[in-house]
């Protein structure tokens, strides 16, 4: 079976950019089977990771930046795979 993990966080007003250094430094125990990392407007960074893993595995999942840096709590969500293409 395919998890994804998703990790959404919103930086603190022009720091964007740090947010995204940061989230892109932060390396996990052990790797997933592949890492994605986007941005978008209003400083918004996320995160995918996929594993191959069961649903309500325990798997590694990115920390919480430092209370400064965000302007909320991440939001983590997990999703399985139903559809490959």
């Not at 959404?8 to 720091?15: C, I, K, L, Q």
């Not at 990771?49 to 590694?60: I, K, Q, S």
Request: charged share 35%; proline share 8%; aromatic share 10%.
């Amino acid at each position: 079976m395919t998890v994804a993990l998703m990790w959404e966080a919103r930086a603190a007003d022009g720091r964007g950019a740090e947010l995204l250094a940061w989230a892109r430094e932060q390396r996990l125990p052990r790797p997933p089977v592949r890492r994605e990392t986007f941005r978008a407007p209003r400083d918004r960074v996320l995160v995918i990771t996929w594993w191959d893993a069961e649903f309500d595995a325990d798997l590694p999942e990115l920390p919480d930046p430092d209370g400064g840096l965000v302007t909320r709590a991440v939001h983590r969500w997990r999703f399985e795979a139903v559809d490959r293409d």
